[in-house]
């Protein structure tokens, strides 16, 4: 089958991709200014005590032997233990990632179910009000760091309003379904959703305004083109041309930018997840930068990494659904 | 509410010059669309009257940026911002259209006929299909990439099923297909729009033109098709409402030579079979002197010349006419060089236009009283029907009264005079 074939072989590239990240991020740790020796011993250890340190990490093999013992090492789940924690660095990323996920699928979730009406309707009712202010807010949602966003949304809506939590996680999304589901109670989903709401705004308001800059561009693009005018010709009600036809085809380039966004919303919800203390890989990868908890470091920047290829694989499987032009080879 | 096309019956045969005696099924009057545009107001189609009787193919002729295409658009009410049809009439003749319409808008009904410019916008829409329909000039751009081509014929179709479900409103259409419908159809697989019923007649449409294996090729995308097959499906889409009157623009301009005949033939027989007319709009002659019975010839947005297809190729007034003759080569007689007219159509920005002959600076015999005044639409020799709008209708060339020109232009009339 065409599909699955597709799939293989982008899985295959995959693969290699993600082997390149896992030597990159292997390489950085020796270009780098700072010794693990010095964050793991004490400040008073003897050279014997710092020989013992450097031996148990391998680091007086040669190179070429840390590298594969490393990634021998990643085969295995295994990303070595924490410099600081002395756990296993892999249970402490994996440990992180159900809150990142949590907040990019949220994020862009808020933003697809905005951005994508919001431009059809800045674009059907092109230089009325509406589309006036759509364009407008799109411009502002571009132009706002969303660090800034965030603590923003903190000051008036956690600490003014107390609507919502100033930082943390809550229960995450799992335990209050399942709460819902065995107790019959909605008190975890709502604490969830005072949780995440702020950080998922402060990360989904960029996303947003971008798409619907897409959204509206796309449209603008579609209802202008020939088949358009074709299928007005048929006497099609404008409801179907708008969302049978020129929607679909908008949506085309919109499914790659999402594929893209949610790829970096995975990576580099750093600021955010820091603004608001969310519990996620963000955080994580900047205690262990300023640990120098190398282990933890590489470990989040490999997991970052599968997921962005993961996410492309995915996209472009979409994408070839949503146009028939595109063959699967 | 229109598919029962009652005045189409007892109308004759119309061929030829016994067309006058009937009523046509299609009066344009004094049909003006213009654009308004940065650089200042482009009247692509000024003042343009022409009829269009049962069973005929009528056809446009003219140059690129004539207004041949902005017409049939204007025809159905397609023509977009920065566009607007600014004035004229376009009366269709339909008894129960005129009956329906008699009440309400009694200023747009006159006997059988309805003015479809000044009826309201629901209905001018629900006019697209099973009264008029268009055959674009390029299939490739004019089907939707994404969508099967099955798919997009059985939509035409159930738009129409749709239609006669509820005759007597207008707004059938969109009534019970709101986005909120749109949408729990897309997301079920189990619920469709477009009925298999509608289906069935797509196919049914794709083997009426000739395309073979049509279940399969339903099924298939535009990209999947050539061009030739896939104007083929366009003719079938444009069926599919079963027009009274078929607008072809630029049918087979996209196409490679063999396709074309093949397309004109389809056409042809079509149009016999359904009992259809048929607006042809075209930049080549010999498509018109194939297809049609009657023409008319565009020049800036105006009707220079028209009348039946003798009229125009045998005995031609206005030298624009002339000009496109001469410049088609003609198979029995390849050795003269071909003529074409220099120079190019006038912008048509109504600030530059003025008050004289749109095709004065152009014409090997302009005279100084083609720039006094714009020339009247007159009688001329021929048939009845034979009008032009050109002062040599009236008197003959007078070399001694003609424009001063450049060098190439006093030569240019020397050998037309020839």
């Given at each position: 089958?065409?599909?699955?074939?597709?799939?293989?072989?982008?899985?295959?590239?995959?693969?290699?991709?993600?082997?390149?990240?896992?030597?990159?991020?292997?390489?950085?740790?020796?270009?780098?200014?700072?010794?693990p020796?010095?964050?793991?011993?004490?400040?008073?250890?003897?050279?014997e005590?710092?020989?013992?340190?450097?031996?148990?990490?391998?680091l007086?093999?040669?190179?070429?032997?840390?590298?594969?013992?490393?990634?021998?090492?990643?085969?295995?789940?295994?990303?070595?233990?924490?410099?600081?924690s002395?756990?296993?660095?892999?249970?402490?990323?994996f440990?992180?990632?159900?809150?990142?996920?949590?907040?990019?699928?949220?994020?862009?979730?808020?933003?697809?179910?905005?951005?994508?009406?919001?431009?059809?309707?800045?674009?059907?009712?092109r230089?009325?009000?509406?589309?006036?202010?759509?364009?407008?807010?799109?411009l502002?949602g571009?132009?706002?760091?969303?660090?800034?966003?965030?603590?923003?949304?903190?000051?008036?809506?956690?600490?003014?309003?107390?609507?919502?939590?100033?930082?943390?996680?809550?229960?995450?999304?799992?335990?209050?379904?399942?709460?819902?589901?065995?107790?019959?109670?909605?008190a975890?989903?709502?604490?969830?959703?005072?949780?995440?709401?702020?950080?998922?705004?402060?990360?989904?308001?960029?996303?947003?305004?971008?798409?619907?800059?897409?959204?509206r561009?796309?449209?603008l693009d579609?209802?202008?083109?020939?088949?358009?005018?074709?299928?007005?010709?048929?006497?099609?009600?404008?409801?179907?041309?708008?969302?049978?036809?020129?929607?679909?085809?908008t949506?085309?380039?919109?499914?790659?930018?999402?594929?893209?966004?949610?790829g970096?919303?995975?990576?580099?919800?750093?600021?955010?997840?820091?603004?608001?203390?969310?519990?996620?890989?963000?955080?994580?990868?900047?205690?262990?930068?300023?640990?120098?908890?190398?282990?933890?470091?590489?470990?989040?920047?490999?997991?970052?990494?599968?997921?962005?290829?993961?996410?492309?694989?995915?996209?472009?499987?979409?994408?070839?659904?949503?146009?028939?032009q595109?063959?699967?080879? | 509410?229109?598919?029962?096309?009652?005045?189409?019956?007892?109308?004759?045969?119309?061929?030829?010059?016994?067309?006058?005696?009937?009523?046509?099924?299609?009066?344009?009057?004094?049909?003006s669309?213009?654009?308004?545009?940065?650089?200042?107001?482009?009247?692509?189609?000024?003042?343009?009257?022409?009829?269009?009787?049962?069973?005929?193919?009528?056809?446009?002729?003219?140059?690129?940026?004539?207004?041949?295409?902005?017409?049939?658009?204007?025809?159905?009410?397609?023509?977009?911002?920065?566009?607007?049809?600014?004035?004229?009439?376009?009366?269709?003749?339909?008894?129960?259209?005129?009956?329906?319409?008699?009440d309400?808008?009694?200023e747009?009904?006159?006997?059988?006929?309805?003015?479809?410019?000044?009826?309201?916008?629901?209905?001018?829409?629900?006019?697209?299909?099973?009264?008029?329909?268009?055959?674009?000039?390029?299939?490739?751009?004019?089907?939707?990439?994404?969508i099967?081509?099955?798919?997009?014929?059985?939509?035409a179709?159930?738009?129409?099923?749709?239609?006669?479900?509820?005759?007597?409103?207008?707004?059938?259409?969109?009534?019970?297909?709101?986005l909120?419908?749109?949408?729990?159809?897309?997301?079920?697989?189990?619920?469709?729009?477009?009925?298999?019923?509608s289906?069935e007649?797509?196919?049914?449409?794709?083997?009426?033109?000739?395309?073979?294996?049509?279940?399969?090729?339903?099924?298939?995308?535009?990209?999947?098709?050539?061009?030739?097959?896939?104007?083929?499906?366009?003719v079938?889409?444009?069926?599919?409402?079963?027009?009274?009157?078929?607008?072809?623009?630029?049918?087979?301009?996209?196409?490679?030579?063999t396709?074309?005949?093949?397309?004109?033939?389809?056409?042809?027989?079509?149009?016999?079979?359904?009992?259809?007319?048929?607006?042809?709009?075209?930049?080549?002659?010999?498509?018109?002197?194939?297809?049609?019975?009657?023409?008319?010839?565009?020049?800036?947005?105006?009707?220079?010349?028209?009348?039946?297809?003798?009229?125009?190729?045998?005995?031609?007034?206005?030298?624009y006419?002339?000009?496109?003759?001469?410049?088609?080569?003609?198979?029995?007689?390849p050795?003269?060089?071909?003529q074409?007219?220099?120079?190019?159509?006038?912008?048509?920005?109504?600030?530059?236009?003025?008050?004289?002959?749109?095709?004065?600076?152009?014409?090997?015999?302009?005279?100084?009283?083609?720039?006094?005044?714009k020339?009247?639409?007159?009688?001329?020799?021929?048939?009845?029907?034979?009008?032009?709008?050109?002062?040599?209708?009236?008197?003959?060339?007078?070399?001694?009264?003609?424009?001063?020109?450049?060098?190439?232009?006093?030569?240019?009339?020397?050998?037309?005079?020839?």
């Amino acid at each position: 089958m065409a599909l699955g074939r597709f799939v293989l072989k982008r899985a295959l590239q995959g693969i290699v991709v993600v082997w390149g990240v896992v030597t990159v991020v292997f390489g950085l740790r020796f270009i780098t200014p700072g010794n693990p020796i010095s964050v793991i011993a004490p400040l008073d250890a003897s050279p014997e005590t710092r020989q013992a340190i450097a031996r148990e990490l391998g680091l007086n093999d040669p190179l070429y032997v840390q590298y594969l013992d490393y990634l021998l090492g990643l085969l295995q789940g295994d990303m070595g233990y924490s410099y600081i924690s002395n756990t296993q660095a892999s249970a402490q990323v994996f440990a992180r990632l159900p809150a990142t996920l949590e907040l990019a699928v949220v994020a862009t979730i808020v933003a697809v179910v905005i951005s994508i009406p919001l431009g059809v309707l800045s674009a059907t009712r092109r230089n009325e009000p509406a589309d006036y202010g759509a364009t407008l807010f799109s411009l502002a949602g571009i132009s706002t760091p969303n660090f800034w966003l965030g603590i923003m949304l903190v000051l008036v809506f956690a600490v003014q309003l107390e609507i919502f939590k100033t930082s943390g996680r809550g229960p995450g999304f799992v335990s209050a379904l399942s709460m819902l589901v065995t107790q019959g109670s909605a008190a975890g989903l709502l604490s969830w959703l005072s949780y995440i709401t702020l950080p998922a705004l402060a990360l989904g308001t960029y996303f947003t305004a971008l798409i619907t800059r897409l959204t509206r561009s796309g449209m603008l693009d579609e209802l202008g083109s020939a088949y358009v005018k074709a299928v007005r010709a048929k006497g099609l009600p404008e409801t179907l041309v708008r969302y049978k036809h020129a929607l679909r085809n908008t949506l085309v380039p919109v499914i790659t930018v999402l594929g893209l966004q949610l790829g970096t919303l995975i990576g580099g919800a750093v600021i955010t997840e820091a603004v608001f203390d969310w519990p996620g890989l963000g955080t994580l990868v900047i205690t262990s930068i300023t640990a120098r908890d190398w282990p933890i470091l590489q470990g989040s920047l490999v997991v970052i990494g599968v997921g962005f290829v993961l996410i492309n694989i995915a996209v472009d499987t979409l994408y070839a659904y949503v146009n028939p032009q595109v063959v699967y080879e | 509410m229109l598919e029962d096309r009652a005045g189409s019956e007892d109308a004759p045969d119309g061929s030829g010059a016994d067309t006058t005696t009937a009523d046509p099924i299609l009066e344009v009057r004094n049909l003006s669309t213009q654009f308004f545009t940065a650089e200042g107001q482009v009247n692509a189609v000024e003042s343009v009257s022409f009829d269009v009787y049962d069973g005929e193919i009528f056809g446009i002729v003219g140059e690129s940026g004539s207004g041949k295409s902005v017409t049939a658009l204007s025809i159905l009410d397609l023509v977009e911002s920065p566009g607007r049809v600014t004035a004229g009439e376009i009366w269709y003749r339909n008894p129960d259209l005129a009956d329906d319409m008699r009440d309400s808008h009694p200023e747009a009904v006159e006997g059988e006929y309805v003015d479809t410019r000044r009826v309201p916008t629901g209905v001018r829409r629900s006019l697209r299909g099973p009264t008029f329909s268009m055959i674009f000039q390029d299939p490739m751009s004019s089907f939707n990439p994404s969508i099967t081509v099955g798919e997009q014929l059985a939509e035409a179709i159930e738009v129409q099923r749709r239609a006669r479900a509820n005759p007597r409103s207008t707004r059938s259409r969109t009534q019970g297909y709101g986005l909120g419908r749109f949408l729990t159809d897309s997301l079920l697989p189990s619920r469709s729009y477009v009925s298999a019923e509608s289906r069935e007649r797509a196919t049914g449409l794709l083997d009426q033109v000739g395309i073979p294996d049509s279940a399969e090729r339903a099924a298939e995308y535009p990209n999947q098709f050539s061009g030739g097959m896939l104007q083929r499906a366009m003719v079938a889409q444009a069926l599919a409402g079963e027009p009274d009157v078929l607008i072809a623009d630029e049918p087979t301009t996209a196409l490679d030579v063999t396709i074309q005949a093949q397309i004109l033939d389809l056409l042809a027989d079509l149009q016999d079979e359904e009992d259809m007319s048929v607006i042809m709009i075209t930049h080549d002659l010999g498509v018109i002197a194939r297809m049609c019975d009657r023409v008319g010839v565009m020049y800036a947005g105006e009707i220079a010349e028209r009348g039946s297809l003798t009229d125009v190729f045998d005995r031609p007034v206005h030298p624009y006419t002339e000009g496109l003759l001469e410049s088609i080569p003609d198979p029995d007689d390849p050795a003269p060089r071909l003529q074409p007219i220099e120079g190019n159509v006038p912008s048509l920005i109504d600030s530059e236009m003025g008050n004289r002959c749109y095709f004065a600076d152009r014409c090997p015999k302009a005279m100084d009283e083609c720039v006094a005044e714009k020339p009247a639409e007159v009688d001329t020799a021929g048939s009845a029907e034979h009008r032009v709008r050109c002062v040599l209708a009236e008197r003959e060339y007078d070399p001694t009264r003609a424009l001063s020109g450049t060098e190439e232009d006093r030569e240019r009339e020397a050998s037309a005079d020839d």
